[in-house]
């Protein structure tokens, strides 16, 4: 489903200094596959989620998602691919001046569905994340744990194979994390493919599954069984 | 594509609505630039309408000898023509000068009485050129000897400099009129343009979030620039308000004020051509600005 080959990316700072994001990074993931990116702040994650969702364009490589090559994508191709492509992120990323309803149906209505299904599938959204006394919320007036399950169902939103997750966990307690761990256990269960970033130790042991360790832009492992320690 | 335009109108509702404040803050900045224009506009027609009144009345006569012939005159009028650019040149035969001037002292009847008898009258050519250097060169080409002849008097000499300095000013004032209004226009733009994009940089990180979850630049444009389109239409409605309402009450106040000219009756003929230019500044302007202080965000 995605694949990197020999991906590097190179920032450069303002000064001509270069930065390397990524070295050399290879790896695939296969459709129904659970995924966790690990590695301290700075190996390189965010950086791979960035260029599976066309935010970044990497530096040397090429990079593929269903069998199609994504390094240089016009404006609306990255549209396209990203309503392919489920996001959750660490900062929620939700839209505050709308209702957790209306962030749902923003989604929906870019692609286009009729007024009653995405009334319909709002409904079945928040339900399956537990928000549906919830929908005439502001993100403001949701809970942290309670604003990343309405980041998962916006995720979810236009039904997608794919879900990646940026330390999802990262603002989240001890309780809300697992029961945001489970969302996503779930969610596998139900054949998505998950491709998730975090550096947190308990949240690894706790998935067990495959692991890809990045250090200083490297991948340094990429075992199938998540039972190790960083 | 219906439905897609049908939600780009209800988004752009809410770029208005959920932002009133923004929204009041550009609707006030665009009236005072739009106000601007159009005050410009109309300075212009002012001015015009001053400097013609004042070229008016700089112009060169030349009086004939009371046995000068018709066809004499004639010929100095179509020779006239041909030599200058003539702007405007008029013959009146004696009996109409001393029509014009019985008429103009109608009220005063002790003046008609002396003017009976200061007569006769002398039929006169009044000649008014577009170029002013045309003056002296007329003067020199009616002193050919035989076209000098004709002539019993000729009055510029003693109006020659007001002349002069009446084609200075006017020139001096449509120089400063271009000059205010470039600049005028010019610091206006800042400001619009650096009013739009404050209100863009509130969105920045919805349309950032509108991006990443795949939504086109058209879905993302699009209620900004309908947005725009409200704006200006509402922004428009006001200046025409404010406009009407200024001059309707000030209508007699301002007449004697700008020398005759009607200001409340041009705006009142051309009202729907204000609206018009104002909608269509206002929309241009809005869009312009709004896509450019969009489009950095738009490349997430």
Known sequence: ?230 | MLIFLKRIFKLSKEIIFKNKEIFLANVIVFVIFLSLLNFLFLFLQFKDYLIEKIEKKADISLYFEATTDIDDIDRLKKSLEENFQIKKIEYLPSEKVQEELLEKYKEKPEMGQILEEVGPFFSVLNIQTKNPDDYEKILDFVHQEDINKIIKDVDYFQRKEIIQKIFTISKNIQWFAFGLSIVLIIISLLIVFNTVKLGVLTFKEEIIIQRLVGASNFFIKGPFMFSGFLSALFESFIVLLLFSLLFFIFQKPLLNFLAGFNVYQLFKEKMIYFFLFNLLISFALHSIFMILGIKKYLKV
Do not use: W
């Open chain 1, 1 to 230: 489903m995605i694949l990197f080959k020999n991906i590097t990316k190179i920032y450069k700072k303002t000064n001509g200094e270069q930065i390397f994001a990524l070295k050399d990074v290879s790896f695939e993931i296969k459709e129904n596959e659970f995924v966790i990116l690990a590695g301290k702040s700075g190996a390189g994650k965010t950086t791979i989620l960035k260029l599976i969702i066309a935010e970044e364009k990497p530096s040397l490589g090429e990079i593929y998602f269903e069998n199609t090559k994504i390094n240089d994508l016009s404006p609306d191709k990255i549209s396209k691919l990203r309503q392919k492509i489920g996001i959750v992120f660490q900062d929620y990323k939700l839209l505050k001046t709308k209702t957790a309803k209306e962030n749902l149906s923003y989604v929906l209505e870019i692609t286009g569905e009729k007024d009653e299904r995405i009334q319909l599938k709002i409904k079945n959204l928040l339900s399956f994340v537990g928000l549906e006394k919830r929908e005439n919320n502001f993100p403001d007036e949701l809970s942290a744990g309670e604003k990343q399950r309405l980041a998962i169902a916006r995720a979810l939103a236009l039904s997608p194979k794919i879900i990646l997750a940026d330390e999802p966990t990262a603002n989240l307690d001890p309780i809300c994390t697992f029961e945001i761990l489970r969302l996503f256990l779930k969610l596998h269960q139900m054949g998505k493919t998950i491709l998730l970033a975090t550096h947190n130790e308990n949240v690894i042991k706790f998935l067990k599954k495959r692991i890809i360790i990045l250090e200083e832009g490297k991948i340094v492992r990429d075992d199938k069984n998540g039972r190790f320690i960083i």
